[in-house]
């Protein structure tokens, strides 16, 4: 680098603090090092907690090389900006200070006392998940679509590790094998992988989505669409399905139990933003499948999941020999890939955030009213603050 360019860089006028993840299942880092000059141009200096990046294979000497500084635990909490994977844990919130600011994948419709922590402790909350998916710019910051894309790859990945039979059809002079069957729930950013991993190892898939326009994107990857004739559409606001009654449920549920027994794989990817994810696949379903069939269920969480019996990050094998894959964070088990995607997503949410070398809030923003949920000593996501009044009698100022 020259010293007129050395001199053309924007002075560090923010700092951004990489910390290790508080969850020592979560493998993923939030910044990897070949982001760390695109921060630097954008004026942004990077604390890094050292070890921060080991479970992903990222070691303090990368970062250092690509500009960043290595620190001692607990040091990257003092930086103006944390950037996490999830939610910071009690002791990381008590070493913050008023006027930080945390982004992360913070889930604050299912947490939403997080952020009323956040807001008492004067903390500006920035949530990936909360981004509007209509808003053609914001594309490049879209963690929860980097994030499901890594997700749905794995799974069938993961489904064709667990069956005991080969994905596709193979002729050899033992004889033939017929290609694996495989069923994926749901036609988003995850589903959508999974079949396509899924055709891709061999496998004939069909896919399933109560939205009548994923027909084209489930046959564009070599899938076929099941119709079912029990649910009218399903389509709901910012490219997610809506809820369904319960009427609509049930109805779904008994349809869906007599062609999931027809499959030895059956993949479930479907998701509520904010509530429990819908009940896809019965007891009485998995109980039809024959035995060394796999289910993996992506949308196991604490909250429940697609799949009857499934528990978020456990593997059951049912009386009947179908195993059940809780597979609640399946992008922290391709650690390497999910980081370098979402260090992408930190940089262009952040690229949108800086300006004039200062973080700017916006809560008029059509991004930032999204993913802004406190600030200033105030929760101010309309969703999240609503979620709080029936435990707090108010919103926390």
Do not use: C
Not at 377 to 393: D, F, N, S
């Amino acid at each position: 680098m020259t010293h007129s360019e050395v001199h053309s860089q924007p002075q560090a006028a923010v700092s951004v603090g990489v910390a290790r993840e508080s969850d020592p299942r979560e493998l993923r880092v939030a910044v990897v090092p070949d982001s760390v000059p695109a921060l630097a141009r954008l004026g942004v200096r990077v604390l890094v907690e050292s070890g921060a990046g080991a479970g992903a294979w990222f070691p303090d000497s990368a970062y250092e090389q690509a500009g960043a500084t290595i620190v001692r635990a607990g040091q990257a909490s003092g930086a103006d900006v944390i950037a996490g994977i999830g939610a910071p844990a009690p002791e990381q919130i008590a070493r913050l200070r008023a006027g930080q600011a945390v982004i992360g994948l913070l889930r604050p419709l299912t947490r939403p006392e997080l952020a009323g922590r956040l807001a008492a402790a004067g903390v500006t909350a920035i949530s990936l998940d909360g981004l509007p998916r209509t808003v053609s710019r914001a594309q490049s910051m879209d963690a929860l679509t980097s994030q499901a894309s890594v997700a749905g790859y794995k799974a069938a990945v993961l489904a064709a590790d667990h069956f005991g039979r080969f994905f596709p059809m193979l002729i050899t002079a033992a004889g033939t094998s017929r290609p694996a069957s495989v069923l994926v729930l749901g036609a988003g950013v995850a589903g959508l992988q999974a079949m396509g991993t899924a055709r891709r190892l061999g496998a004939v898939v069909t896919g399933y989505d109560i939205r009548p326009e994923t027909r084209d994107q489930i046959e564009s990857v070599g899938a076929r669409f099941l119709e079912l004739g029990s649910v009218a559409s399903g389509a709901g606001q910012g490219g997610y399905a809506r809820a369904l009654s319960a009427d609509e449920q049930a109805a779904q549920q008994a349809e869906l139990t007599a062609e999931v027994a027809r499959f030895d794989v059956v993949i479930t990817t479907a998701q509520v933003p904010g509530r429990r994810p819908p009940l896809l696949v019965s007891a009485e379903a998995v109980k039809g499948m024959r035995a060394g069939s796999v289910v993996v269920d992506l949308a196991a969480s604490s909250l429940g999941g697609n799949v009857a019996g499934s528990a978020a990050d456990q593997t059951v094998l049912t009386e009947n020999g179908v195993r059940v894959i809780g597979a609640g964070n399946l992008a922290a088990q391709m650690p390497a890939a999910a980081s370098v995607a979402y260090s992408h997503n930190i940089v262009a949410l952040l690229a949108e955030l800086i300006r004039d070398g200062a973080l700017t809030i916006d809560p008029a923003d059509e991004i930032q009213a999204g993913v802004v949920i406190t600030h200033q000593g105030k929760v101010i996501h309309p969703q999240v603050a609503a979620l709080l009044q029936p435990a707090t009698g108010g919103v926390p100022q």
